[in-house]
């Protein structure tokens, strides 16, 4: 009696890990949701509640017709039909974005909080009870400067489709000598309107590299501190081979895929510092984001003295915005809000040298030449890398001193010394269609011949 009561027992236990199992498939469509949830959840909160914080507006729908159209798969078969909610506090301020995804399963939240943006939180985790408010800063944007010339025709183009099939231009400016010759917006866009600047914050993340080791917070030969034991060799990855995506570390995919740490709710910690070495490191380049969260990892400290919203406004740039993981560390890989004028800001840095216009030395002498020069191992295309930023040196039609940095979804920042003259572009391009920024830039560069 026992022995069978003991083996009607083992049935009743096996029966419902039996009924609770499932296939790789069902996972996977499983996970793509919450990640779909995710995606939904940060673009609303961080279109709308960064344009807000700069004086503008974006609406849901134009945030679903621009950057939740067009994006990867398959999470764009999933994205627009799942259901969200736009949480606001007694101030009007956006405070949560929510999105439902499964029934027996919490919803997808991002956070918001005025000085560092919007975050995600893990699947199941609670919005802190403490948010902080970044005080109203006014700043007068303007009209946008009409271009003229030949450069008004140049412009034209980039919103059609020489450029590429498919596109789709947000946002074009052109300076030169530290004045806009000319600048367009998309309808609901324009000087004031944010975007998400992708793997331009890359080189976001190498500025912020080089005010540290100003500073005195850093140097880039020394160890990223990476791996767990002295007798771990990651021990020998430096800060300049994490810039130069030279780290020989492990990459799933090109870019590290980090869909975990973009859109599922993983942190930086959990997501980039842990993997493995394949390579002797400086001997191979791999693009990866996860070398450029490491290389923000080994300076965070520096943030304490100089913050990246601190480093921003010195620029004038303050209609950008860092944003970080729900633990706080910096999603300097991708995660940045912000403008075509500020991200001109940026570029016309480089073209001084990395000093102000009041004459402070921000950047240390020599960073430009350091970030723009193809010291490490080189990608194949069309396009070398430096420090941070690709190089446009063997580009026709484009001086070999340019570079620039390029973010998914077409967004560019493309800087030459030689002509003083800053490019940038921003899109929502579709997934698999690309803006040929170089031949862009090429013709940007012969209207102003004209």
């Not at 959840?41 to 509640?49: M, Q, V, Y």
Request: charged share 20%; hydrophobic share 40%.
């Amino acid at each position: 009696m026992m022995r069978h009561a003991f083996a009607a027992a083992a049935l009743l236990a096996a029966a419902p890990l039996a009924a609770q199992s499932t296939t790789q498939d069902d996972i996977s469509a499983r996970y793509d949701r919450a990640l779909a949830a995710g995606y939904k959840a940060l673009f609303l909160c961080s279109a709308i509640a960064n344009a807000e914080r700069n004086g503008t507006m974006r609406s849901p729908e134009s945030v679903a017709a621009w950057e939740l159209t067009g994006i990867q798969r398959p999470l764009d078969a999933v994205v627009h039909d799942l259901p969200y909610t736009i949480d606001r506090d007694s101030d009007g301020e956006i405070r949560q974005v929510v999105v439902e995804w499964a029934g027996d399963m919490p919803p997808r939240i991002a956070v918001h909080d005025s000085r560092r943006g919007c975050s995600q939180l893990p699947i199941g985790g609670a919005p802190h009870p403490i948010r902080t408010k970044r005080p109203r800063i006014n700043v007068e944007h303007g009209d946008p400067v009409v271009p003229v010339g030949a450069l008004s025709a140049s412009v034209e183009q980039a919103f059609g489709e020489t450029h590429g099939n498919g596109t789709r231009t947000t946002a074009v400016l052109v300076q030169r000598g530290g004045t806009v010759l000319g600048e367009r917006y998309a309808p609901g866009f324009g000087p004031a309107v944010p975007q998400r600047t992708w793997s331009v914050a890359k080189s976001i993340a190498a500025t912020l590299v080089g005010a540290a080791v100003l500073e005195g917070h850093a140097e880039v030969g020394r160890s990223a501190g990476l791996g767990s034991a002295p007798n771990d060799r990651r021990r020998t990855i430096t800060i300049d081979h994490l810039l130069r995506m030279a780290s020989g570390r492990y990459s799933d995919t090109a870019g590290n895929r980090t869909d975990p740490l973009y859109y599922g709710g993983s942190s930086v910690a959990e997501t980039a510092l842990h993997w493995p070495l394949i390579h002797a490191p400086g001997s191979v380049f791999r693009y990866a984001n996860n070398d450029t969260l490491a290389a923000v990892e080994a300076v965070e400290p520096s943030f304490e003295t100089q913050s990246p919203a601190e480093f921003f406004a010195r620029l004038g740039m303050h209609d950008t915005v860092a944003e970080t993981d729900w633990r706080g560390d910096y999603i300097l890989s991708s995660q940045v809000w912000s403008t075509a004028r500020d991200l001109a800001r940026l570029g016309q840095l480089y073209l001084d040298d990395g000093v102000l216009a009041s004459g402070e030395r921000v950047l240390p002498e020599g960073w430009v030449e350091y970030v723009a020069s193809p010291a490490g191992p080189q990608p194949d295309g069309p396009f070398g890398y430096g420090a941070g930023f690709w190089l446009l040196n063997d580009t026709p039609g484009v001086p070999a001193d340019a570079f620039a940095a390029m973010g998914n979804r077409g967004q560019h920042i493309v800087i030459v010394p030689s002509l003083d003259l800053v490019i940038v572009r921003r899109g929502e391009d579709p997934a698999g269609q690309r803006f040929d920024i170089a031949g862009f830039a090429r013709d940007v560069i012969a209207s102003l011949e004209e």
